[in-house]
């Protein structure tokens, strides 16, 4: 309770950060971190084929994240009764996670420093130590942003490879199988855009931040041109 009393005690709330492109551009890489990982993370989907026997049936079937897609097996019906079991190919559930894991830590550092912006902002300027540390773990989380993007983008590809229905229709008898729904794809399509968003958004801020720390000197006139104005 104590310690909970220090921290509360030394909390003054000031939105004039959120006025200046530092606090600014944090908000928006809160918001579409959350965008990111949402988009990719809650994703369901299928893809359909039809048997053309006298009787059409319709064959779905499901996958979603973190698309272990093996673990998801469907029943192709032949003409003659019989029924095969048969799993969609590929695990790319690699890529999915570093990118969702990636937003997930990316929302919580979001959430840290907008704390730190608003209600500690005297804690954060005290001393060079604050603005540092945010440069270096901002950084990072750039090049994480890039990393997993291009990584989520590659596994997005080939996704759409395993499940395209006309694939499917490899593992039936021939003409008896025609591609009939295709998944639908525009949500983790903007997943990938959230991704790369947000490395222009983080690297961005990095040029922010650094104007916070001493490694940033402003340019002030030379001492003589300073003494040559003031004996003229």
């Known amino acids: 309770m104590e310690i909970l009393q220090k921290v509360m005690s030394g909390f003054s709330l000031d939105l004039g950060p959120v006025k200046e492109p530092l606090g600014f551009i944090r908000i928006l890489e809160w918001v579409f971190t959350i965008c990111a990982f949402a988009t990719t993370g809650g994703y369901v989907g299928s893809t359909m084929i039809t048997i053309n026997c006298p009787t059409k049936s319709d064959i779905t079937a499901h996958f979603g994240y973190p698309f272990r897609l093996q673990s998801q097996p469907y029943e192709i019906i032949h003409c003659n009764g019989s029924t095969n079991k048969t799993y969609l190919q590929g695990d790319f559930s690699s890529s999915a996670e570093f990118f969702v894991s990636v937003g997930v830590l990316g929302f919580l550092y979001c959430t840290f420093t907008l704390i730190l912006y608003l209600g500690y902002q005297h804690v954060y300027r005290e001393s060079n130590r604050g603005p540092t540390i945010d440069l270096i773990v901002t950084g990072i ?57 947000n490395l222009i958004l983080w690297a961005g801020n990095c040029w922010f931040i650094y104007k916070e720390t001493p490694f940033h000197k402003p340019a002030n006139p030379p001492p003589n041109a300073e003494e040559g104005v003031s004996t003229s």
């Open 141 to 197: 989380f750039a090049f994480l942003w890039l990393v997993c993007s291009s990584a989520w983008g590659k596994g997005l590809t080939d996704v759409k490879h395993a499940t395209n229905p006309e694939k499917l229709i490899e593992h039936c008898l021939p003409d008896t199988c025609e591609a009939k729904n295709f998944p639908a794809m525009g949500r983790l399509n903007a997943s990938v855009l959230f991704g790369f968003l």
